[in-house]
Each structure stands twice: as C-alpha cells, then as structure tokens.
C-alpha cells in the first residue's frame, strides 16, 4: 500500500478539531501536525504522534506535509493565510464570502501557480456541495429557476463575522429560510423572491461589560455581504444562555431546481443537508477535497481550483476501477 497523505491543520477551533477527527477516519490519510497562533501547550490534542505548533513554525514543516488544511475564519482569516501558505504547501479552505470569491480565487491562483502548489477553495456545503448542485441542475434543466434555502441552523461564517464586532465577547447567528417560499417552490409555482426573502437571520450576542448595544446591533445589521440585505434581529443575552441554550451546532438546507421539460412537463429535483455538526461536516468535505489536491498537485495540476475543477474520482479513495465497479 502506497505510505498515507501526511496532513496539517491550521487553526483548532471547532472546524480544526472536527478536521482532526475527519482525517483520523480516513484509511489513506494521517495527521502530521496542528499549527495554532495560540500557545501550543494550551491546546487539548490528545495524540502523542501529532506535532502541536505555533503557526510561526509551519515553514519548517514543508517536507513533512503533503496537504495542508485551512480551518480559519473567512472575515479576516482566510484572506492573508491562504496566498502565504499556498506559497508553501497544497492548501484546502473553507472561504464562504461568496461575493468575494472572484478577488479570493485571485490572490490564491497567484501564489499558488509561483510556488507549483494546488489550493482548492471554498470547499465545504455551500460553498461547496450546494455549488456542485446549482450548477449541474441548471445544467440539467435549462428552463428554470434554482433556488437556495439555508437553515434553520447555526452558520459558522456568519457567526465568526459578528464575533469580531467590536464590544461582542460571544455569540451566534442562525439562518432560518422561510418555509412558505419553500413549498411554492417544491409546488413548482417558482416563485420570484430575492435571497433575502427565503431567510430571515437572527444573532445571539454576549455583549463586553459596557459596550454601547446600540452601536453593535447597527454594525451587525449594516455588515456587507452578511446581513445588509436580510430582515436581521439582534438579541443580547448572557455567556450561559448563551452556553446552555446555543452550544450545539446544527445546521442544513436545500438547493432545489424548479423546471420544464419536453411538453411543458414540471421537473423538481432537490439536494438537502440536515446536520447535527455543521463544522463537524464542512471540515469532512475539507478532508476528501485535501486528497483531491494532493492527487491533483502529483498530476501537475496547480494553482487554485475550486470544486467545479475536481472530478469525483479526485476525492475518493476508492480506485478508478473500484468506482466503476461498485458505483457506476
């Protein structure tokens, strides 16, 4: 058998420790090292073989990974750690600033491309899954309509965004779509209805003692790209509300393809997720599409892609023929 993809992890929040746990599940994969700005000896990893480091250290580690996974948040995150560590190692990463993907893809492709490595971006359910599904429906029924449902459940993107507020010591946002638009859609009555009248968003905050609430809930509410364009309530409650009534993670959705066919016949076809782990779930994608770049980057396949670019073979461990056989 052919020696195990050696993997890294930037960052252990809750989609590095669930990124942890995916490659552990993995037959073909094994974790080699996480890398944390926060003090290594403050973080709970319990495997003896596996290197805990400061981020600082990553350089040094180029030869003893093969794919390095990014597990940082999209705000701010993302955008300067990526292009740096694509300019070392194959990278995968979960940036979900949809309006700003074309500049994300930019800045990686360029640091990727100079160094010969490969960056899959923007991989986890939407973007991600979800993507795969708009596009191959569309492709499917040219004749009409897609439409996008998130929730109810906790988003992680949102919920590092309103975090970083200044005065927000804690919180959370959950997406909730509107189940009314949702039956007109599977009705195939395709409704005409902006993405901000599928949802609605609605934050949990723990505000720092004196922080002016006014001003944070009107930050919130204008952020670009998160909840500018959404009917958005802010609450403000206390560290245990907020630890006994919104630690789990749960999240979901549906992508539906409204269309016709042929002699005006009606075609639905629908792909949805019901999560108890959002990050648990979005760091699995993360883990199958670093095999991806790894067989991709030994192929000679380089730069940034993103999951229009890889082929389903590409993330399996199973065999071409193996695939042909069992799955075709």
């Given at each position: 058998?052919?020696?195990?993809?050696?993997?890294?992890?930037?960052?252990?929040?809750?989609?590095g420790?669930?990124?942890?746990?995916?490659?552990?599940?993995?037959?073909?994969?094994?974790?080699?090292?996480?890398?944390?700005?926060?003090?290594?000896?403050?973080?709970?990893?319990?495997?003896?073989?596996?290197?805990?480091?400061?981020?600082?250290?990553?350089?040094?580690?180029?030869e003893?990974?093969?794919?390095m996974?990014?597990?940082?948040?999209?705000?701010?995150?993302?955008?300067?750690?990526?292009?740096?560590?694509?300019?070392?190692?194959?990278?995968?990463?979960?940036?979900?600033?949809?309006?700003?993907?074309?500049?994300?893809?930019?800045?990686?492709?360029?640091?990727?491309?100079?160094?010969?490595?490969?960056?899959i971006?923007?991989?986890?359910?939407d973007?991600?899954?979800?993507?795969?599904n708009?596009?191959?429906?569309?492709?499917?029924?040219?004749?009409?309509?897609?439409?996008?449902?998130?929730?109810?459940?906790?988003?992680q993107?949102?919920?590092?965004?309103?975090?970083?507020?200044?005065?927000?010591?804690?919180?959370?946002q959950?997406?909730?779509?509107?189940e009314?638009?949702?039956?007109?859609?599977?009705?195939?009555?395709?409704?005409?209805v902006?993405?901000s009248?599928?949802?609605?968003?609605?934050?949990?905050?723990?505000?720092?003692?004196?922080?002016?609430?006014?001003?944070?809930?009107?930050?919130?509410?204008?952020?670009?790209?998160?909840f500018?364009?959404?009917?958005?309530?802010?609450?403000?409650?206390?560290?245990?509300?907020?630890?006994?009534?919104?630690?789990?993670?749960?999240h979901?959705?549906f992508?539906?393809?409204?269309?016709?066919?042929g002699?005006?016949?009606?075609q639905?076809?629908?792909?949805?997720?019901?999560?108890?782990?959002?990050?648990?779930?979005?760091?699995?994608?993360?883990?199958?599409?670093?095999?991806?770049?790894?067989?991709?980057?030994?192929?000679?396949?380089?730069g940034?892609?993103?999951?229009?670019?890889?082929?389903?073979?590409?993330?399996?461990?199973?065999?071409?023929?193996?695939?042909r056989?069992?799955?075709?």
């Amino acid at each position: 058998m052919d020696s195990k993809i050696k993997v890294g992890i930037v960052g252990y929040g809750n989609l590095g420790k669930g990124a942890a746990a995916a490659v552990n599940q993995q037959t073909d994969m094994e974790l080699t090292a996480i890398f944390s700005r926060r003090d290594p000896q403050t973080l709970n990893v319990s495997d003896p073989n596996v290197y805990v480091l400061h981020v600082d250290d990553a350089k040094q580690y180029q030869e003893q990974i093969d794919v390095m996974i990014l597990c940082g948040g999209s705000a701010t995150d993302l955008p300067e750690q990526a292009p740096a560590f694509a300019e070392m190692f194959n990278t995968v990463d979960s940036y979900d600033t949809h309006a700003k993907i074309p500049e994300y893809f930019a800045a990686v492709d360029k640091a990727a491309h100079a160094s010969g490595k490969t960056s899959i971006i923007s991989v986890g359910w939407d973007p991600g899954m979800f993507s795969l599904n708009r596009v191959m429906s569309e492709a499917l029924l040219p004749k009409g309509e897609t439409y996008t449902f998130w929730g109810k459940g906790l988003s992680q993107g949102h919920s590092d965004a309103v975090r970083r507020v200044d005065g927000v010591k804690n919180g959370v946002q959950y997406t909730i779509p509107s189940e009314k638009v949702m039956e007109q859609v599977r009705n195939g009555e395709n409704p005409s209805v902006s993405k901000s009248d599928r949802h609605v968003r609605t934050c949990y905050i723990v505000p720092e003692e004196g922080a002016d609430t006014a001003r944070i809930e009107q930050e919130i509410k204008t952020m670009p790209n998160y909840f500018d364009e959404y009917e958005t309530t802010v609450y403000f409650i206390s560290e245990a509300e907020l630890k006994e009534n919104h630690a789990a993670m749960p999240h979901g959705g549906f992508v539906i393809r409204s269309g016709k066919t042929g002699s005006n016949n009606h075609q639905i076809v629908e792909y949805s997720l019901n999560l108890d782990s959002n990050p648990e779930f979005t760091s699995s994608v993360l883990v199958a599409y670093a095999r991806a770049a790894y067989r991709m980057s030994a192929e000679g396949i380089h730069g940034a892609k993103t999951v229009y670019d890889v082929a389903p073979a590409y993330i399996s461990p199973k065999s071409q023929a193996e695939l042909r056989r069992d799955y075709l």
